[in-house]
């Protein structure tokens, strides 16, 4: 067999569709990619799969592109899990981690949900794509987009960080700012479809960014020697991230590769700026309302209704996880000191992170030894140009030098 993708089935009733045929979702709500894990096993296992090449592409047997279907790759690297101990002992953890997502093609994350969901799209001949974004889907999709020679369409809210803006547009994708919110954007996109032609790559429109975005949790099982850590902290906008990682981890129980006891804790972190996945958790509902001004710096974070806000909230519950909202106005600060304690680019959406970390050691949820995996989602430098920073200090060169002053300077 070169794909074990057995059926697709819906989140909301579990409706078993057809996996070989185009599919978007079923009463509205997300599709689930699922396998034949026994075959899978058979055909693989873990020690066989430690052999190959390092990258996300080594786990075909627990993916849906056929094994004989180029991907439309740019070079998916495994990205690298480090620990990070002055962070961890400043926010009152001894076993902090932070995989470094940054490291993917495009800077972020999107990279593999965006890898798989083009590389499918085009498996299944499809040449025209549109995607609503807050930012950095729209680069992946851009850059994936032009990679595989389709036509890119991105709308994102007009005060997305300059960056991404400039990113689609020199991959060629039509680029388009619109005066709203990423709603706003996701309807043009919707409402676009039957006039235009093109396929919605809405964040779980369609049902294979999950699959791309699974490979956190299957890599860093790997990388832990398929011993997972007690608690995953993950910031949280429409999702994709933490539902991929806790199908994955699913999956790798399935086949038989953990060695841990427990599933790790799932934690979803918002901006207190929006945080519909917080409230909701909080009130012990299933459903989200949608956030009314939404307001955030991280910009990946400014979802203000999530069509898989069940799921989230599901995956946070089974895990016996929780979800945190933290000070928005304390989030560049985070930033900052973040990137000073561990020489990573840490964007804003993973300093809520952090923040949440803090919160949750005082409130004793965490543990101080409990092993505790935050991920970086994206490159800070993709936000340079929009957070407040310090100026840097000057140095007249007309005048004599104080060494010591520099020496003593506070930083």
């Not at 479809?193 to 369609?206: H, I, M, V, Y």
Request: a neutral charge; hydrophobic letters at 40%.
């Amino acid at each position: 067999m070169n794909c074990f993708v057995s059926h697709l089935e819906s989140a909301i009733d579990g409706t078993r569709l057809a996996a070989g045929a185009i599919q978007s979702t079923h009463q509205d709500r997300p599709l689930w990619v699922r396998y034949d894990l026994s075959a899978a096993g058979r055909a693989c296992d873990a020690a066989r799969l430690s052999r190959r090449p390092p990258g996300m592409w080594r786990y075909r047997e627990l993916l849906p592109l056929p094994a004989d279907v180029e991907p439309v790759s740019l070079g998916e690297t495994m990205t690298p899990l480090l620990p990070v101990p002055r962070l961890g002992e400043s926010v009152g953890l001894r076993d902090l981690w932070i995989k470094d997502e940054s490291r993917l093609p495009t800077g972020s994350f999107k990279s593999r949900g965006m890898v798989m969901a083009v590389s499918m799209a085009v498996h299944f001949g499809l040449r025209r794509f549109a995607v609503p974004t807050a930012g950095n889907a729209g680069g992946a999709l851009a850059a994936y987009g032009a990679r595989a020679g389709a036509d890119v369409h991105v709308f994102m809210p007009d005060d997305t960080p300059v960056v991404n803006q400039i990113e689609c547009v020199q991959a060629g994708a039509k680029t388009f700012l619109v005066n709203g919110l990423i709603g706003d954007c996701g309807r043009i996109v919707r409402e676009g479809k039957s006039s235009t032609g093109w396929f919605d790559f809405s964040t779980l429109k369609e049902p294979y960014r999950i699959e791309g975005k699974k490979t956190m949790g299957l890599e860093l099982a790997d990388q832990l020697d398929w011993k997972l850590p007690d608690v995953i902290l993950y910031p949280t906008g429409g999702g994709t991230g933490l539902i991929g990682m806790w199908k994955a981890f699913g999956e790798l129980r399935e086949l038989g590769w953990l060695r841990s006891e427990t599933m790790p804790r799932m934690v979803a972190v918002q901006s207190d700026g929006c945080a519909p996945i917080v409230r909701a958790f909080d009130r012990g509902e299933r459903f989200a309302e949608p956030w009314s001004n939404a307001v955030t710096c991280a910009s990946g974070l400014r979802v203000p209704s999530a069509i898989g806000d069940f799921m989230m909230l599901d995956a946070i519950r089974e895990s016996r996880g929780c979800a945190v909202a933290v000070p928005e106005g304390r989030i560049v600060e985070a930033m900052n000191r973040s990137i000073a304690a561990t020489g990573l680019p840490i964007c804003p959406e993973s300093a809520a992170c952090v923040l949440a970390a803090e919160q949750l050691v005082k409130s004793q949820w965490l543990r101080p030894d409990d092993r505790v995996v935050l991920f970086n989602t994206a490159a800070a430098q993709k936000y340079a140009t929009e957070l407040p920073r310090s100026p840097s200090r000057r140095i007249d060169i007309r005048a004599p030098i104080d060494y010591t002053a520099i020496v003593a300077a506070n930083s």
